[in-house]
């Protein structure tokens, strides 16, 4: 696949590379974060080249890449090393709560790829039409620190160029009990998801049982 191909000459893009190959749709969102310090929770899916677009976007605002670890260790350790190759940070999932926290209050931002099935600890919001166990930590960060939750999806132009857009999430009005904000923050971020894959179908590279889990399961354990 042309992502596949993209990673592996990844390693000997430099920061000029990376900028002339770039453009990106809500930089002023950016920079207004950067400048005022804010941390920022940012959320993307398994969609376009999502490494080259976290390292365009540390020209402006330090990242934080939050990451599960992979089951094959030499892959796990190559994709690391070339995150960390330019520049971006790195919190192990088994870490998130302490770093990511102290990242936001750092004025940083932390990523997440949020299009995962989440099982029993998800929150079920419609991914086309049907219910999908969804990540509930994107929407709790952004809810508990205030800081704001923004969306980023990197699209291939014909000519070999890419475009990022960046967008922050409209988040659920004030008051609400935390369970329902969270469900109404993460679909609000999951549609945004579902509208890039709808233009662009062949970027999603998710080779994964989105669905696989059914909200009956949250039944079976109250």
């Not at 936001?104 to 049907?130: N, P, T, W, Y």
């Not at 988040?171 to 890039?196: C, M, S, W």
């Amino acid at each position: 696949m042309v992502s596949m191909s993209e990673l592996v000459y990844f390693p000997n893009l430099s920061v000029d590379d990376i900028n002339n190959l770039v453009d990106i749709e809500g930089l002023g969102l950016i920079k207004k974060l950067a400048s005022e310090k804010r941390g920022a929770v940012f959320i993307s899916g398994h969609f376009g080249n999502w490494e080259l677009m976290g390292a365009a976007l540390n020209k402006y605002i330090t990242v934080n890449l939050l990451v599960g670890k992979q089951e094959n260790a030499p892959a796990d350790r190559m994709l690391n090393n070339l995150r960390l190759g330019k520049g971006v940070k790195i919190i192990p999932l088994e870490m998130a709560l302490k770093n990511v926290l102290r990242a936001l209050k750092s004025g940083e931002i932390v990523c997440m790829l949020s299009d995962q099935d989440a099982r029993e600890h998800g929150v079920f919001v419609e991914f086309f039409g049907k219910p999908a166990s969804t990540p509930k930590g994107p929407a709790t960060f952004a809810l508990k620190t205030g800081a704001p939750l923004v969306t980023g999806f990197i699209i291939r132009g014909d000519d070999g160029r890419f475009k990022i857009y960046f967008a922050e999430v409209e988040r659920p009005p004030e008051g609400l009990p935390t369970e329902e904000a969270v469900k109404i923050f993460t679909q609000n971020y999951t549609r945004r998801l579902e509208d890039f894959v709808r233009m662009r179908p062949d970027h999603w590279f998710w080779l994964h049982r989105r669905w696989k889990s059914d909200p009956s399961i949250l039944d079976k354990i109250k």
